[in-house]
Nanobody, 116 residues
Framework: QVQLVESGGGLVQAGGSLRLSCAAS????????MGWYRQAPGKQRELVAT???????VYADSVKGRFTISRDNAKSTVYLQMNSLKAEDTALYYC??????????WGQGTQVTVSS
């Protein structure tokens, strides 16, 4: 069984920064892609950023230049550094871990609220 525990969300003023963390535990073998997604009220869940086991990254256009994704393979942890936050970044942020079989695990979500 795999568990993903997210932390680091909270309330911040526009222009501020937050750092999200997601630590995986349990029977994990051959993690491939780790990533962050978000879902705002009334909207569909959307990709924020992903990072492969080799360090290749993908970002949503809306966060390029402001967010940075990184991972610590030894700790099975993925991070999301969020700078220059905007009100439209307000959402529930989920981490996702994909293993070599293609199966994906989701965290429970951490709330990020940006006040304008």
């Amino acid at each position: 069984q795999v568990q993903l525990v997210e932390s680091g969300g909270g309330l911040v003023q526009a222009g501020g920064s937050l750092r999200l963390s997601c630590a995986a535990s349990g029977s994990i073998f051959a993690i491939t892609v780790m990533g962050w997604y978000r879902q705002a009220p009334g909207k569909q869940r959307e990709l924020v950023a992903t990072i492969s086991s080799g360090g290749s990254t993908v970002y949503a256009d809306s966060v390029k230049g402001r967010f940075t994704i990184s991972r610590d393979n030894a700790k099975s942890t993925v991070y999301l550094q969020m700078n220059s936050l905007k009100a439209e970044d307000t959402a529930l942020y989920y981490c996702r871990l994909q293993v070599i079989s293609g199966y994906g695990y989701w965290g429970q979500g951490t709330q990020v609220t940006v006040s304008s």
